[in-house]
């Protein structure tokens, strides 16, 4: 049976879209069962609802404090029965509550190649720092700022001519070809973490 992926977003939604469009086909494994967002009126719940996929909303403004709001995004997404929750462009961090649950199965893609430039503004950084490559990071999502251990990367060659739009558009293809990969591959064959080291088979 195809494994259940919730995934989290805050914005234009691509990254979904890879997973949405993968999803299609059954050899893939996964399938996007229910998106969740932190705000209203992103186009990534419309890419959801366009493709017939549940859509919920978790607002932090909604919840008296943080931890409210941490429990009931976890609470929301547990109404799904994910065995694998994707971060793919949700610009939140979670917190103990969420992680108490979904812990080693939440993972997260982030536009450099980390350790370097972690936090938000990862491709910005990057260039901002001169680097002559960067790329992108797939990671098991921890109680850090993007230091969980790593499943995957992909290279990006910094151009002489980039700028941080073009550069994180280009990183943003390779973060969805990645994405799609180790999705698949971790739905089909499993996973284990041991310390840092994150195994597929
Ligand atoms: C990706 O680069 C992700 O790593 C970053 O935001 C981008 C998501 O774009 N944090 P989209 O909303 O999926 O188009």
Redesign the pocket.
């Known amino acids: 049976m195809a494994a259940r992926l919730v995934v989290l977003?805050?914005?234009?939604?691509?990254?979904?879209?890879a997973l949405l469009d993968a999803s299609a086909d059954a050899s893939f494994g996964a399938r996007v069962v229910a998106v969740g967002a932190d705000r209203t009126g992103i186009?990534?719940l419309a890419r959801a609802e366009r493709a017939g996929v549940a859509t919920f909303t978790c607002r932090t403004s909604q919840y008296a404090d943080r931890d409210d709001w941490d429990a009931a995004l976890a609470e929301a997404v547990a109404g799904y029965e994910p065995n694998l929750v994707i971060s793919?462009?949700?610009?939140k961090l979670v917190g103990k509550r969420f992680l108490s649950r979904f812990g080693g199965r939440f993972v997260?893609?982030?536009?450099a190649l980390l350790p370097s430039f972690p936090g938000?503004h990862?491709?910005r950084d990057a260039l901002e720092h001169g680097v002559k490559i960067t790329g992108?990071t797939l990671f098991v999502v921890d109680d850090g700022i993007d230091t969980g251990p790593i499943i995957a990367q992909r290279v990006v060659p910094v151009r002489e001519d980039d700028d941080e739009s073009t550069l994180?558009e280009r990183?943003?293809v390779a973060?969805r070809e990645m994405l799609v990969e180790y999705v698949g591959r971790m739905a089909r064959q499993g996973w284990t973490i041991q310390g840092r080291k994150v195994t597929i088979s």
Not at 88 to 91: D, H, N, T, Y
Not at 108 to 111: A, F, G, K, Q, S
């Open positions: 977003a805050s914005g234009g939604g691509s990254t979904l879209q186009e990534a793919a462009g949700f610009m997260n893609t982030h536009p938000m990862g491709a992108c994180h990183i943003k973060e």
